[in-house]
């Protein structure tokens, strides 16, 4: 009896998820294969890669933010940026922020903890943080190489927006 019921559920919850196909794709007398992707309807996500003036765009990105800023940084030093941010929250954007728990940090770190929501994340041996995105108003993400740090202007960094 246990069997059954079981085959039913899976062929009831893949008839959800799979077409019927050819022979080939089968698990328990059930064909399963992906559905078709139509390709037709496929979204045309456009990516704009920056390599100068990425600090401004960061800070571009911040101040067109409306409601949420979600930030992932391993380093984040740079005092401007984050007087952008507290702006952005005194605007009313609820904003998150992830990052390093290392001695670099330290220079922001009470700021940071003391104004935002702010996890810090501890190095472990040799591995550490090293993600580097802020994803805004769940409508676009800004990543790449850039910390948001005093010294990341100095470095050849690029930084990638995703709409």
Excluded at 24 to 40: A, F, H, N, R, T
Excluded at 57 to 82: C, H, L
Excluded at 125 to 139: A, M, P, Q, S
Aim: charged share 25%.
């Amino acid at each position: 009896m246990k069997s059954h019921s079981l085959t039913y559920t899976v062929a009831s919850l893949a008839g959800e998820v799979y077409i019927e196909t050819t022979p080939g794709y089968s698990l328990w007398g059930l064909s399963i294969k992906p559905k078709p992707v139509d390709l037709d309807e496929a979204e045309n996500n456009e990516h704009n890669a920056h390599f100068f003036d990425v600090k401004d765009t960061i800070t571009q990105g911040i101040r067109n933010a409306k409601y949420t800023i979600w930030i992932a940084v391993a380093w984040f030093t740079d005092n401007e940026i984050y007087n952008e941010l507290i702006l952005r929250k005194r605007a009313g954007v609820q904003i998150r922020i992830i990052t390093s728990d290392e001695e670099t940090n330290h220079s922001l770190m009470k700021k940071l903890e003391s104004n935002f929501e702010t996890v810090k994340v501890p190095k472990v041996g040799t591995n550490r943080l090293h993600d580097k995105f802020c994803i805004i108003d769940f409508e676009y993400m800004i990543h790449g190489s850039y910390n948001w740090s005093k010294n990341a202007m100095n470095n050849e960094e690029i930084l990638e927006l995703t709409p």
